[in-house]
């Protein structure tokens, strides 16, 4: 499995596809039978309480895709907060277990682990 993580917009999805996954090989945010899922943090943030029980689909991908949710102003929300801890710890989980970690910032890739 392979983790890229980024910020929104941050182009992702564009390198997937340079990877030679399709649009149609993408699931947003649900998972179901397709190799690449995006918006893994919307699946922790809808149920922060199950996020652990996440793992072992998810490490079952060949790609996972999140965006970086634990940068800036800390929200006031206690079940926002708590969903970016989550997400956090889902993706260290998943790193450790992926055979390549990228991360993308303003569409360049940087592998932190592994290689493509």
Known sequence: MILIIGGE???KRTFVRSLGYRGEDMADGVLDGRPVIFHTERLV???PDSADQLFDSL???QVVICNEVGSGVIPVDRRERLGRERTGRLCVLLARE????????????SIIKGSI
């Open 9 to 11: 917009g941050a182009g």
């Open 45 to 47: 943030f809808a149920d």
């Open 59 to 61: 490490r079952e991908k």
């Open 98 to 109: 992926a055979s390549a970690v990228v991360r993308l910032v303003c569409g360049i890739p």
